[in-house]
């Protein structure tokens, strides 16, 4: 009977089917006992449906003022009774920046003018591939002689995968560009700037580490704009000491190698390939080949280290011969790095800027938006050097 009614319902290709599989059903259900007409728990119950939670934001939105309120004046005495529903949307308050850390965009002619320089010589800059806070200060203020671009040379691929940095890592970059110490030489002697500074992406695919073509790219600027103050912020050519005397003797200004955190957090914070003590190495090499020269280092901070851990590093560093430092907050640039740790107050920042100049640096930039090429610092060496130049050209000549 079954079997009958189903095939008079069933039309087409999908009555077919729907009939055929009655038919198997039939046939194995007629051999079977039949069945009581009783419900029963099966063995491994499937969970209970759960209702989909409102979001927060939807619920803050359907609480809040309506447009009848607005248009009737009702919304501003509402204001006290409603949460914000982009606040209550958010689930980790402390993901939020301190207004400290916050910083407007950049804009301006001298901006958009360096910006379109670097393109047209195919030129990289840290300040962008670094995403620098500081690139519309630097980069887009009323006075172009006091404008700061830091030129990452030898591409914008490393060779190492540090934890806390946003540029492109990769085992094979690109071979070097032989045309470009002389363009980078062209375009800041186009700028007309004061002081820059250089560095680069680790090369570890190069015998040299890149540390010739670095100290040509130097030697070029110099010989075009002789007035010009170069800081180069090095690499550490795997501790290769001749690598080091190759660069510290270019006729760069500034030396500066970032040991970047506290030796014990080192391992998780940078490549493996890069140790502190290493780095240390590399600082304390380029002081004894060329004693008059300033060297300088750079310090996150946020990633959890302790106060005798910072100490302790400055020690060190001291003992180098390290004449500048600087301290930065460690901002994280996408979901793939390592989280920020803590957010450090301004005050603390002013607490490591007295401890370091107690100690004996030269100088020491220190703030939270501080990094280790910070226009302000700058400044200073700048002022340093040129005070030195002019005592050793007015030095009487004795008989």
């Known amino acids: 009977?079954?079997?009958?009614?189903?095939?008079?319902?069933?039309?087409?290709?999908?009555g077919c089917e729907l009939l055929r599989r009655?038919?198997?059903?039939?046939?194995?259900?007629?051999?079977?006992?039949?069945?009581?007409?009783?419900?029963?728990?099966?063995e491994h119950p499937l969970p209970p449906k759960r209702r989909r939670k409102r979001s927060e934001f939807t619920d803050a939105l359907n609480k809040g003022p309506s447009f009848e309120d607005f248009v009737g004046g009702r919304a501003?005495?509402?204001?006290?009774?409603?949460?914000?529903?982009?606040?209550?949307?958010?689930?980790?308050?402390?993901?939020r920046l301190p207004r400290w850390l916050k910083?407007?965009?950049?804009?301006?002619?001298?901006?958009?003018?360096?910006?379109?320089?670097?393109?047209?010589?195919?030129?990289?800059?840290?300040?962008?591939?670094?995403?620098?806070?500081n690139i519309g200060e630097c980069w887009g203020g009323s006075d172009k002689s006091k404008a700061t671009a830091t030129i990452m040379l030898m591409g914008d691929t490393c060779t190492r995968g540090c934890r806390f940095c946003s540029v492109k890592t990769n085992r094979n970059p690109g071979p070097?560009?032989?045309?470009?110490?002389?363009?980078?030489?062209?375009?800041i002697a186009k700028w007309g700037l004061g002081y820059v500074v250089l560095t680069t992406v680790d090369r570890d695919d190069l015998i040299d580490g890149g540390a010739h073509h670095f100290a040509d790219t130097v030697r070029r600027i110099k010989h075009k704009a002789s007035?010009?103050?170069?800081?180069?912020?090095?690499?550490?050519?795997?501790?290769?000491?001749?690598?080091?005397d190759v660069m510290a003797r270019s006729g760069l200004d500034v030396f500066a190698h970032n040991v970047e955190t506290v030796e014990a957090l080192t391992p998780y914070v940078r490549d493996?390939?890069?140790?502190?003590?290493?780095?240390?190495?590399?600082?304390?090499?380029?002081?004894?080949?060329v004693p008059s020269m300033i060297t300088k280092t750079s310090i996150m901070l946020g990633f959890g280290e302790t106060d005798a851990q910072v100490e302790d590093t400055l020690a060190q560093l001291r003992g180098a011969g390290v004449d500048v430092v600087t301290?930065?907050?460690?901002?994280?640039?996408?979901?793939?790095?390592?989280?920020?740790a803590e957010y450090v107050t301004p005050e603390k920042f002013q607490h490591w800027h007295d401890r370091a100049m107690d100690m004996g640096f030269l100088y020491c930039a220190s703030g939270p938006l501080v990094r280790s090429s910070y226009k302000a610092g700058e400044a200073f060496i700048e002022n340093v050097l040129n005070n030195r130049q002019h005592n050793v050209n007015n030095v009487p000549l004795t008989a």
């Open 1 to 14: 009977m079954f079997v009958t009614k189903l095939s008079m319902r069933a039309r087409g290709g999908a």
């Open 22 to 42: 009655g038919l198997k059903t039939s046939s194995s259900s007629s051999s079977a006992e039949p069945v009581a007409a009783t419900t029963s728990t099966p």
């Open 76 to 95: 501003a005495s509402m204001a006290s009774e409603v949460v914000d529903p982009v606040v209550a949307a958010r689930k980790d308050e402390d993901a």
């Open 103 to 133: 910083t407007e965009i950049p804009k301006g002619k001298n901006f958009h003018k360096l910006k379109e320089d670097l393109r047209g010589l195919k030129l990289h800059t840290v300040c962008e591939e670094a995403r620098c806070p």
């Open 176 to 187: 070097l560009d032989p045309a470009e110490p002389e363009n980078t030489a062209e375009a």
């Open 227 to 244: 007035h010009i103050r170069v800081e180069c912020l090095t690499g550490d050519f795997r501790g290769d000491p001749e690598m080091v």
């Open 272 to 289: 493996r390939r890069a140790t502190f003590q290493q780095s240390l190495s590399v600082l304390r090499r380029a002081k004894e080949t």
């Open 327 to 340: 301290f930065g907050q460690y901002m994280r640039p996408t979901k793939r790095h390592m989280k920020v």
